[in-house]
């Protein structure tokens, strides 16, 4: 079992940076797969990015490619979102996500994860 809580949201210009984190806490964090996923306003949840359990594999939307970078510290339970050239249309509840994984296997569907953290607000203004 693992427990999730996302950090880093904000309200940020367009055209701005964040880099959000999430902290694992719970054992074995380095057997998940790891992504972030967000849900604007009046849309459904989307896959933002992943990485597989041990960093060697990392992939993105298309909307994010060359703009946002994943990564992860499994020394410190920690994956990270650093975000760039954000667009107000980025709106949204960002969610970190874990799902048991030791392969190099890519991830894209909600249902393939088995923990959630509670989310983090990122604004991008206008």
């Known amino acids: 079992q693992v427990q999730l809580v996302e950090s880093g949201g904000g309200l940020v210009q367009a055209g701005g940076s964040l880099r959000l984190s999430c902290a694992a806490s719970?054992?074995?964090?380095?057997?998940?797969?790891m992504a972030w996923f967000r849900q604007a306003p009046g849309k459904e949840r989307e896959f933002v990015a992943g990485?597989?359990?041990?960093?060697?594999?990392?992939y993105y939307a298309d909307s994010v490619k060359g703009r946002f970078t994943i990564s992860r510290d499994n020394a410190k339970n920690a994956m990270y979102l650093q975000m760039n050239s954000l667009k107000p249309e980025e709106t949204a509840v960002y969610y970190c996500a874990a799902g048991f994984s030791l392969s190099q296997v890519t991830r894209r569907r909600e249902n393939e994860f088995d923990h959630w953290g509670q989310g983090t607000q990122v604004t991008v203004a206008l």
């Open positions: 990485i597989s359990y041990n960093g060697v594999t990392t």
């Open positions: 719970g054992r074995n964090f380095r057997t998940y797969a």
